[in-house]
């Protein structure tokens, strides 16, 4: 009943509740300006592949991804934000093109983060 009422599954609440806590203990962590952050091929396939799903994530995707990938959200930010000119540059946007902000679930993007991880032999 729970699982129809919230449309999530245990484990699902489970890994949103390791989320929170995350979110919680690392507020802090990135929050040095004007750092250069280079971005390991793991984490480029993952965010181009979280572009594929959408242009736009929203912020809480955006905060889950710093969690899980362990880079600043603005630098996640300042990524979608070059990704988006760079197809500008390249092609026109058609109308409602990926052009909404998406809320990705946290069990979508480890499943993204585990195939990719796969590809990569890592």
């Known amino acids: ?19 929170g806590i995350m979110k919680l203990r690392n507020t802090w962590k990135f929050e040095e300006p004007n750092i250069k952050f280079k971005k ?10 979280i572009f594929r799903i959408t242009n736009f994530p929203s912020s809480n995707t955006r905060k889950d991804l710093s969690l899980l990938l362990c880079m600043p959200e603005k630098s996640i930010q300042v990524w979608f934000q070059n ?17 909404e902000i998406y809320d990705i679930p946290v069990c979508q993007i480890l499943e993204i983060i585990g195939n990719v991880k796969k590809s990569l032999d890592y």
């Open 1 to 19: 009943m729970l699982q129809r009422q919230y449309g999530m599954t245990q484990p699902d609440k489970e890994i949103q509740a390791v989320m």
């Open 40 to 49: 390991s091929p793991l984490q480029i396939k993952v965010l181009e592949k």
């Open 83 to 99: 990704a988006r000119q760079a197809i500008k540059r390249t092609k026109t946007f058609s109308e409602g093109e990926k052009s």
